[in-house]
Structure formats: structure tokens, C-alpha cells
């Protein structure tokens, strides 16, 4: 029997599998608060070379002798109309001013607006002008560390388990964090940007999967999104706190000690009974079976309760196996593309909040609703469109809005800013749900000895995606004009669209059994099909059917 069949007979969804599963939800509440806090902490905030010399001199006006000196010491910037971020004219001092010429030099200093932000890592460091090109660069080690927790923890949980790995990244991430809020170098404060990514990554991945692999195949929707929606709470919660805290090191500190909050779950959660099972632990997985049947209050056979007869889930098989099946290699080199193109949109989009016309906390709002949203229009319409369909759907919604965004970028004004803004939230919103549908896609199509690694693989190639969205929405840094400020939603748009035909070549896998090996995943596309369901059947029908065929 397989365990989908143990699952279905001790209930897919009851009592003790919605407890876990809600544990685990609440630790992806603060997953969200450094990847998407980082919109609040490395902002830049307006600014202008500082008056050389004037000690005392402020974004804000300080009168008309101020505004004066202002007007005769830096010049305004051609194509912004505003102050310039760079330049200061030549003189030898302020008390010479008759003596200015026109040519200029690159400013040293320089000051901000504390409209939005009372102190920015940008700004306390100046990492403007000559240094700007370090933002993205933080940006990208930042998404490095992404990459490098897909890789190694995403690994590891199918090597040490699944709760091992969530406790060891939740405490090495509140680490990391609470030391950046003291760091006031730009090299370390990288670096432990770069684990706080390392660890959340590794953290989300590991309690994703452990849930999707604790409840049956007409639940594993739910499973999927609703993760999601807890997800998303973690971005009121970013909001909320920068608004009212206005520093970035006293927010950095805020953030790590709301994650504190969530440790005494951890003593909670058990390890997941499929993987105990995929490395030969019999005796564990049959005792938190046994204990999830008394919660569920099932009267279940001691033959199902002791697993006995279960087909091996193939130990020892490395994922890279599938590569020698043609099938599953193109199953898997679509699945890398979509991956690599929505998490690279995701944030790209998420991340760039700040350059839309309006507010950025107004903005980073109507950005987390159009997220929460998203997420809503997965659990109403994900079993019943299908993975598939709504997948390419969504994809295709997000890409069309940001290549539309260069019609109001090219050919609008001040006007029409807000059409930008607005098309960007549909493009955030399509996304946001093709994410939430990639992460359910991927974990039905392959079996579960290498589940969790396949999610670390197809969440490596993501990493590419997520490290190049910085220097693709820099790109108008390098690029001069109305095309240089069109190229990054034309390059996020064009790659959604493919990845979302392309993903048309993918099998269904609604309401269809786990695979546990390499035969089964194989076998989905194929007609009648042994891991089919018939969807006019009732969940109870289903049920009776699973049982039946597999114990």
C-alpha cells in the first residue's frame, strides 16, 4: 500500500493533521518580514548633495537665505528637474560665492528628506552616486543567501528530516537578524543579510513541504495555499512596524524580536511520517500515525496503524535520476523555468514598490493586498480549473500587465503615473498567485524520496531569478531616457509569458495520488493513468477508493 492510503484511513484532513498544519503555518508569518522588509530598510530616501561647507544644511527648507544658497551651489539635474544627487558647482568658499563657476564636481556629501524615513542603511551609509551600485548588489547577496538555503537546507531536510531543519534555520535566522540591527558595515551587514535569507529559505521550504506531505490529495490545495495566506500576513506586519518606527536599525531589531515570538512552536511540531518512512524509520512513523488516529478519533486496523506492506519509497535514489527519463526531464526543465521566472517577477515587482508614483507605504499596501488576494483566488478557483490552467493563467495576467507598463512609462506624463502604478498591482497580483501554484505544482509532480530536494533544486533555479531582479530593475542606472526606465517590466513581462505557455506542457495533477517513485511521477499525462482519480466521485468515494486499491 502506499501511504496515501494510511493517510485517507486515519482521515486526509482531521483534527491532528489541521493542528500540525496550522503550526506550521504560523511559522511562515514572519518568513516575509527581511525579504520584503528590505523595501523599508535599504530605501533611498530623496536627497541632494549637501551644501559644501554648511554644516547645519537639511533637505527641508530653511528659508529664502537658505533656498538661495541652495540655488547657487548645486545645480538641477536636466532630466529629473530637481536638485542634483551628484553634482556641486566649483568654488573655493562660501563666503566667495561671486567667484562660482558653472562647471561642477562630484559632491561628498549629502542630505536627505525625513519625510518618509528618519534614517535608511542607504543613508546612513551614503551608498548613493559612486556607490549606488552597491544597493543591488546587497539586494543580490541578499537573494544569494536565497539560493544558498534552497540548495543546502533544501537537501539537507531529506537528510536529517524535515523538523530538525525548521528548528535549526528559525534560531539561526532570529541570530543573524538581531546581530544586523548593531552592524554598521556594509560588508558584514551583507553578509548576515546573506544568511537571514539562507535560513528563512531553508525554514519555509522545510514546513511547506512537511505539510503538504501530511494531509490527502483533495486537501493538498489547501495545504498549499493557505501557507501562503499566513505568508502574506507577515507584510501587514512589515508595513505596520515601518510605519511608526522610521529608523532601519531600530526596525531591523523590532523585526527579529517579533520572530522570537514564534519559538515555543517549534516544541510542537512532529517530524513528518512520510519521511520517516523514506529513510526505513518504520516504528517513529507508525507511532505518530497511531497517535494522529487517536486524535482523529478513527477506528483504523492494526495492520494500517503498524504500516505494514507499504511499497518502498526508494531510498537512495537521487533526484538527479530523473534527468535519465525523458519525460521527467523536460517535466523538470519547465518546472526550473517557472520557477526562475516567477520568484525573479515576484521580487522584482515586490521590491520595487518604492519607484511607483504615489507613497511607498501606500504602495507597499495595496502591493500585500493584491498579494492576500491572489492567494484567495487560488483556494476558490485551484480545484476547480486545475493546476495547470489557472498556472498559465496567472502567468500570462502578470506578464501583459508589466509589459503594459511601458505604454504610460513611453508615452504618459505626470498625468498618467498612476496607470503604472495600478498595472503593476494587477502584475503583482498575477504573480504573486503563479508563485503560490508553482510551490503546490512542484511537490505533486515528483515523488516523495526526493520531494523535498526537487523543491531545493527548482528553488535554486528561482535564486538565479531572484539575483538578477535587482540589477534588472537598476537597469534605467545604465540606460538613459524612457527606454532605460522600460526595459525592466518589458524583460519581468516577456519572460512570464513563455514560462506560462510553456508550462501547458506540464500534466494535471488535481486530485491525484502522491507519486512515490520514479514509475509513478512518470506515469502522470499518461491516460487512466494508476494514479488517477475520478473527480465526479465524492471525497468519501475517493476515500473508499484509495483504501481499497492500496492496503
Not at 520568484?343 to 493586498?369: D, E, P, Q, R
Request: with cysteine; hydrophobic share 45%; glycine share 8%.
Amino acid at each position: 500500500m502506499h501511504f496515501d492510503g494510511v493517510v485517507q484511513a486515519i482521515n486526509p484532513f482531521g483534527l491532528y493533521q489541521k493542528r500540525v498544519y496550522y503550526l506550521l503555518c504560523f511559522l511562515a508569518i514572519p518568513d516575509p518580514l527581511f525579504l520584503l522588509g528590505s523595501v523599508f530598510l535599504f530605501a533611498t530616501p530623496e536627497h541632494r548633495c549637501a551644501v559644501p561647507g554648511a554644516d547645519n544644511d537639511t533637505w527641508e527648507s530653511q528659508g529664502l537665505e537658505h533656498d538661495d544658497l541652495v540655488r547657487r551651489t548645486v545645480p538641477v539635474d536636466p532630466t529629473t528637474g530637481t536638485w542634483s544627487q551628484c553634482l556641486v558647482y566649483k568654488h573655493e568658499s562660501l563666503h566667495k560665492l561671486a567667484n562660482l563657476a558653472n562647471d561642477t564636481v562630484e559632491c561628498s556629501q549629502w542630505v536627505y528628506s525625513k519625510e518618509n524615513f528618519e534614517l535608511t542603511f542607504i543613508s546612513e551609509l551614503n551608498i548613493v552616486c559612486q556607490k549606488r551600485f552597491l544597493l543591488p548588489l546587497l539586494k543580490s547577496i541578499m537573494m544569494t543567501g536565497l539560493l544558498g538555503g534552497s540548495l543546502v537546507l533544501g537537501t539537507l531536510a531529506d537528510v536529517i528530516g524535515r523538523k530538525k531543519t525548521v528548528v535549526m534555520s528559525t534560531l539561526g535566522l532570529i541570530a543573524v537578524t538581531f546581530g544586523a540591527a548593531f552592524v554598521r558595515n556594509y560588508v558584514a551587514f551583507a553578509v548576515l543579510q546573506f544568511f537571514s535569507a539562507f535560513f528563512g529559505m531553508g525554514k519555509f521550504l522545510a514546513s511547506f513541504v512537511a505539510g503538504m506531505e501530511l494531509v490527502g490529495p483533495q486537501h493538498r490545495t489547501l495545504a498549499g495555499i493557505v501557507i501562503e495566506l499566513f505568508w502574506s500576513m507577515g507584510l501587514y506586519i512589515i508595513l505596520l512596524m515601518a510605519y511608526f518606527i522610521r529608523k532601519w536599525n531600530h526596525l531591523q531589531l523590532a523585526l527579529s524580536t517579533v520572530s522570537m515570538i514564534f519559538i515555543p512552536i517549534l516544541f510542537f511540531i512532529p517530524e513528518s511520517p512520510r519521511w520517516l518512512l523514506s529513510r526505513g524509520r518504520r516504528q517513529e512513523a507508525s507511532a505518530i500515525v497511531r497517535h494522529a488516529a487517536h486524535v482523529n478519533k478513527v477506528v483504523v486496523s492494526e495492520k494500517v496503524l503498524s504500516l505494514q506492506d507499504l511499497q518502498k519509497d526508494g531510498p537512495g535514489v537521487k533526484f538527479w535520476q530523473l534527468f535519465t527519463h525523458r519525460r521527467l526531464l523536460v517535466r523538470c526543465l519547465i518546472v526550473f523555468f517557472n520557477w526562475f521566472v516567477v520568484t525573479g517577477v515576484y521580487y522584482g515587482l515586490g521590491l520595487n514598490v518604492g519607484s511607483l508614483s504615489g507613497g511607498i507605504y501606500i504602495n507597499f499596501l495595496y502591493a500585500s493586498i493584491a498579494e492576500t488576494l491572489s492567494y484567495v483566488l487560488c483556494l476558490v478557483l485551484l480545484n476547480r480549473i486545475g493546476r495547470r490552467t489557472l498556472h498559465c493563467f496567472t502567468m500570462l495576467l502578470g506578464g501583459i500587465s508589466c509589459v503594459a507598463i511601458i505604454l504610460p512609462i513611453i508615452f504618459g506624463d505626470q498625468n498618467t503615473a498612476w496607470v503604472a502604478t495600478a498595472l503593476s498591482m494587477v502584475g503583482k497580483f498575477g504573480i504573486s498567485a503563479a508563485f503560490s501554484i508553482i510551490y503546490v505544482y512542484t511537490a505533486e509532480l515528483f515523488p516523495t524520496f526526493v520531494r523535498n530536494s526537487i523543491m531545493g533544486a527548482s528553488s535554486v533555479n528561482a535564486r538565479f531569478g531572484s539575483i538578477a531582479s535587482p540589477y534588472i530593475n537598476s537597469l534605467s542606472y545604465y540606460v538613459g531616457g524612457s527606454i532605460g526606465v522600460a526595459l525592466p517590466p518589458l524583460i519581468f513581462g516577456g519572460s512570464a509569458i513563455v514560462a506560462g505557455l510553456a508550462s501547458l506542457w506540464l500534466p494535471e495533477t488535481h486530485l491525484r495520488q502522491l507519486p512515490e517513485t520514479i514509475e509513478d511521477a512518470e506515469s502522470f499525462g499518461k491516460k487512466k493513468d494508476k494514479n488517477s482519480y475520478d473527480l465526479s466521485q465524492t471525497s468519501e468515494e475517493i476515500n473508499k477508493k484509495d483504501i481499497s486499491n492500496h492496503i
